[in-house]
């Protein structure tokens, strides 16, 4: 998925930070919050849940968590459009 991600997403609008050295290797990506990024962003997620490759995603924001494996294109949008937020997929 990160690979589908670096194809769609321009490369000045994302960080991407792999940590390999635990024992659930995970993947952190920062993207700018702009109107593109983050459409493009959801777009991808979007096809990924329909594919069978997202069970999960989680949305925190602060002291804020929600279950969002249910939410729609344009909430996957507005979620991270909001700044400081984090979606977590499995």
Do not use: Y
């Amino acid at each position: 998925m990160l690979e589908d991600l670096r194809a769609v997403i321009p490369a000045d609008a994302t960080q991407i930070f792999i940590n390999a050295l635990d024992e659930e290797s995970h993947t952190t990506l920062e993207c700018l919050q702009s109107d593109e990024a983050c459409s493009l962003a959801a777009s991808a997620i979007a096809l990924w849940r329909q594919l069978g490759h997202i069970h999960h995603l989680t949305w925190r924001h602060g002291w804020e968590t929600h279950e969002a494996t249910d939410a729609s294109q344009q909430q996957l949008f507005q979620m991270l459009k909001t700044p400081g937020a984090i979606v977590q997929i499995t």
